[in-house]
């Protein structure tokens, strides 16, 4: 069983810039994938990154250049650093785990057995 935790959303003005993290207990972050994935109202829930055990990402093209994941597998602790936020960026944000693999990791939420609560991200024209 894993439980998540996410941190770090807010408001922000379009160029900003945050910090989301995820916390996890009850298994470790270093043995299967690891994925943000966003929602705006009235859309789907998408994939923003992945990351798999070798700590190798994945990204959405959408943030490609502006987002960076990444994992300390000392603190059993996700990040996704979002630099240059645009509006579009703003929605839900969830970080998720998907303990079946440790590699390939799949780009569909439908993998991920295992959720945190979520966070808002508001950016502002």
């Known amino acids: 069983q894993v439980q998540l935790v996410e941190a770090g959303g807010g408001s922000v003005q379009a160029g900003g810039s945050l910090r989301l993290s995820c916390a996890a207990s009850?298994?470790?972050?270093?043995?299967?994938?690891m994925g943000w994935f966003r929602q705006a109202p009235g859309k789907e829930r998408e994939g923003v990154a992945t990351?798999?055990?070798?700590?190798?990402?994945i990204y959405a093209d959408s943030v490609k250049g502006r987002f960076t994941i990444s994992k300390d597998n000392a603190k059993n602790t996700l990040y996704l650093q979002m630099n240059s936020l645009e509006p579009e960026d703003t929605g839900m944000y969830y970080c998720?785990?998907?303990?079946?693999?440790?590699?390939?990791?799949?780009?569909?939420?439908?993998?991920?057995?295992?959720w945190g609560q979520g966070t808002q991200v508001t950016v502002a024209s």
């Open positions: 990351i798999d055990i070798h700590n190798r990402p």
């Open positions: 009850g298994s470790s972050y270093s043995t299967y994938c």
């Open positions: 998720a785990a998907d303990t079946r693999r440790g590699a390939y990791c799949y780009w569909v939420s439908r993998e991920y057995a295992y």
